[in-house]
């Protein structure tokens, strides 16, 4: 049975700097899709960053945020830097194994992560 499990979130002052990891299990990623998604409460799950053999990135984490995964852990990063207010949300991971698929969409994925939770104050 495939898990991804989220840790890393926390409470940090803007400026600062957190890293979420996402540890899978019951499978094999690493010639998955895998990626960030943030989610604030009464909006859409929003995409921050993806990678698979490249890496992608929303507008809002490009030059802050840094994605990457350690295959032979079966882990998968979020490295967040210079963090502002404006990016407090509940963080998933996400996995797929179909190829060819947009990355930043989120009903693409096959499994998510629990989340957790990234507070930034101002």
């Known amino acids: 049975q495939v898990q991804l499990v989220e840790s890393g979130g926390g409470l940090v002052q803007a400026g600062g700097s957190l890293r979420l990891s996402c540890a899978a299990s019951?499978?094999?990623?690493?010639?998955?899709?895998m990626g960030w998604f943030r989610q604030v409460p009464g909006k859409e799950r929003e995409f921050v960053a993806a990678?698979?053999?490249?890496?992608y990135y929303a507008d809002s984490a490009k030059g802050r945020f840094t994605i990457s995964r350690d295959n032979a852990k079966n882990t998968m990063y979020l490295q967040m830097n210079s963090l502002k207010a404006e990016d407090t949300a509940i963080y998933y991971c996400?996995?797929?194994?179909?190829?060819?698929?947009?990355?930043?969409?989120?009903?693409?994925?096959?499994?998510w992560g629990q989340g957790t939770q990234v507070t930034v104050s101002s």
């Open positions: 990678i698979k053999r490249n890496t």
């Open positions: 996400a996995a797929t194994f179909r190829p060819g698929i947009p990355l930043n969409r989120a009903n693409e994925y096959d499994y």
């Open positions: 019951g499978r094999t990623f690493s010639s998955s899709g």
